[in-house]
């Protein structure tokens, strides 16, 4: 017989992962262990910030030079 067999698993599957309600596991801390992981992820949400306010803004930009494109299209097609 097979270790895989004897052990109940079948070649090439892999074991189940456990479910986060089961006895026996435990919750992640996510609080700041020091005074360094606080400010490294305080800066990094306001880096977090700063990108989604930029990208809102090049959102932006991308949609008023679609408008622009299209009003000059349909004033090349409607006008002559």
């Given at each position: 017989?097979?270790?895989?067999?004897?052990?109940?698993?079948?070649?090439?599957?892999?074991?189940?992962?456990?479910?986060?309600?089961?006895?026996?596991?435990?919750?992640?801390?996510?609080?700041?262990c020091?005074?360094?992981?606080?400010?490294?992820?305080?800066?990094?949400?306001?880096?977090?910030?700063?990108?989604?306010?930029?990208?809102?803004?090049v959102?932006?930009?991308?949609?008023?030079?679609?408008?622009?494109?299209?009003?000059?299209?349909?004033?090349?097609?409607?006008?002559?």
């Amino acid at each position: 017989m097979d270790r895989e067999a004897a052990m109940g698993r079948s070649e090439g599957r892999p074991e189940p992962s456990p479910v986060a309600g089961e006895p026996g596991l435990e919750r992640v801390d996510l609080a700041p262990c020091s005074a360094y992981e606080l400010l490294t992820r305080s800066r990094l949400e306001e880096v977090a910030r700063e990108v989604a306010e930029v990208r809102s803004r090049v959102n932006s930009l991308l949609y008023g030079l679609m408008a622009t494109v299209l009003a000059l299209l349909l004033e090349r097609l409607v006008g002559r």
